[in-house]
Nanobody
């Protein structure tokens, strides 16, 4: 059974940074893409960013371009989302997902999801 563990969220002031981590157990993730989605209060879950097995990143949320960076460390079986210059509108539950061979902004392409982690940006 694939288990994804999201960590690193919390409460942060606007303008600050956070890094989210996504760790896997069950099997290695190096052959798969890894993506981050988020669900803001009152909104549908949407894609934020994705990284391929060859470390090519894609950003789907225009509002995070230039501020968020996705990366992965296959040796640690872990992916990261570095979030800089956080804004109040970045407040959301963030989900890590994988088990897909291609990056996509659509949820149906991904078979395994983490439980989500709360990120709250507030002064």
């Amino acid at each position: 059974q694939v288990q994804l563990v999201d960590s690193g969220g919390g409460l942060v002031d606007p303008g600050k940074s956070l890094i989210l981590s996504c760790s896997r157990s069950g099997f290695t993730l190096h052959a798969y893409v890894i993506a981050w989605f988020r669900r803001a209060p009152g909104k549908d879950r949407g894609a934020v960013s994705c990284i391929t097995s060859t470390d090519e990143p894609f950003t789907y949320a225009d509002s995070v371009k230039g501020r968020f960076t996705i990366s992965r460390d296959n040796a640690k079986n872990t992916a990261y989302l570095l979030m800089n210059e956080l804004k109040i509108e970045d407040t959301a539950i963030y989900y890590c997902t994988t088990v897909s061979y291609m990056c996509s902004e659509y949820e149906l392409f991904y078979a395994a999801w983490g439980e989500g982690i709360q990120v709250t940006v507030s002064s």
